[in-house]
């Protein structure tokens, strides 16, 4: 499958919800998936389903909450505080892209045993 079309498709599995505004969709998805292709690209596109939520954007209390359902594979959620955007953007995504890497490897280990 042509890597550009993965990377369309893992795209369009992202659903971005709760106080990004809609000039911002774009670039979220740019942050997120300029890493997170090569992680996810051992399933089919419809095996995947994202969620990106802010919660009290521009407070204190802020949070960034990126939730990933894999087929086969338990619920990952990864959070950031980070008050600017980017910076938790690519906290959630890094932090992800580390829970499914060790979910993996964890399951390659007890398949190899």
Known sequence: MDERKLVSEFRDRLRVIAEFRENETEKVRDVLFGRL???LARWEPS??????SVK???T???????????SGMPKFVA???????????VEV????????NREVTKSETARNR
């Open 60 to 70: 204190h209390s802020q949070r960034m909450v990126l939730e990933c359902w894999i």
């Open 47 to 52: 095996q995947v389903e994202l969620e990106l």
């Open 93 to 100: 995504r890094d932090d992800l892209w580390n829970q499914i």
């Open 37 to 39: 292709n090569s992680r």
């Open 79 to 89: 959070t950031s505080t980070e008050s600017e955007i980017d910076k938790g953007l």
């Open 56 to 58: 009290e954007r521009g």
